[in-house]
């Protein structure tokens, strides 16, 4: 396996992915399955993480048919109760089924619909776990788009790197622009040069007991404003870390978006 760590004792000693997934889905019905050249997105997701190397991947799904296209493509699935209402928890049931003994100390959530992620995000997303003062990590990029800096869409995490630093402790989450700018409150205005801004990526690495933490409380009051799941983590008390990284995976939630997918991943672009 890779060394993708620090040497520090609190780094991870033996991480597992996870990719929680199921059928229902609103905008994109089957979305795990929607086939992208010839294979189902999950499976694309899925090899993603297998190329980190980062431990083992495995999907935790609310169907068979899921099961069967990872298993298919050589694969481990699990099934897990269709009820969840997050991936967090569908991920956490999942782990106390497959490692019931507790050798895996870290965990990687990650989404599904993320067919062009790249490995390194995989890898990158563990690193803030080298600080023993962090319980779970996340991903951000530096906003390049003005039109996204306003977009509420646009997920952005409040959090200033220090000087040479790759990551940073994250101090809120919006949909608005945080941290305040005058740029963004009029374009074009004061200081005359927007600040910097980054968009959240939504792919989460927790040490197992944060992870169990997470998933024992209820939602709190900014979660639901906000409608931000990771806000319950910061309104707790858990600390959570970011590592920047230089590219946005394209996330597939509409026809469009797998449309796109499928140019992207084409054969002819490998």
Not at 43 to 69: M, T
Not at 110 to 121: F, I, M, S, Y
Not at 203 to 225: C, D, G, K
Not at 226 to 241: F, K, P, T
Request: glycine fraction near 6%; hydrophobic fraction near 45%; charged fraction near 25%.
């Amino acid at each position: 396996m890779a060394s993708f760590l620090s040497s520090d004792p609190a780094a991870p000693a033996s991480p597992i992915v996870l990719i929680p997934a199921r059928l229902a889905s609103v905008r994109l019905p089957d979305k795990p399955l929607a086939d992208i050249n010839g294979e189902a997105m999950i499976v694309h997701v899925w090899r993603r993480a297998v190329e980190a190397d980062v431990g083992p991947v495995v999907v935790a799904c609310a169907e068979q048919a899921i099961a069967d296209a990872i298993r298919d493509a050589g694969g481990e699935a699990v099934l897990t109760r269709a009820d969840h209402p997050s991936g967090s928890d569908r991920i956490f049931e999942a782990l106390q089924a497959i490692d019931p003994g507790g050798r895996h100390d870290a965990v990687v959530n990650l989404q599904g619909d993320l067919p062009t992620l790249e490995a390194e995000a995989v890898r990158a997303v563990l690193r803030p776990l080298a600080d023993p003062a962090v319980d779970i990590a996340s991903l951000v990029v530096e906003i390049s788009d003005p039109q996204e800096r306003r977009n509420p869409n646009v997920v952005k995490a409040a959090v200033s790197f220090p000087e040479g630093a790759e990551t940073a402790r994250a101090l809120y989450f919006s949909r608005a622009p945080v941290p305040y700018d005058p740029w963004d409150a009029v374009p074009g205005e004061g200081s005359g040069v927007a600040q910097p801004l980054y968009h959240h990526i939504g792919i989460y690495s927790y040490r197992r007991a944060a992870l169990e933490t997470f998933v024992s409380l209820p939602p709190s009051p900014l979660e639901q404003r906000e409608r931000l799941e990771q806000l319950r983590a910061l309104e707790a008390g858990l600390r959570l870390d970011v590592a920047r990284v230089d590219t946005l995976p394209l996330g597939v939630d509409t026809p469009a978006d797998l449309e796109r997918a499928r140019a992207l991943l084409a054969p002819d672009r490998a």
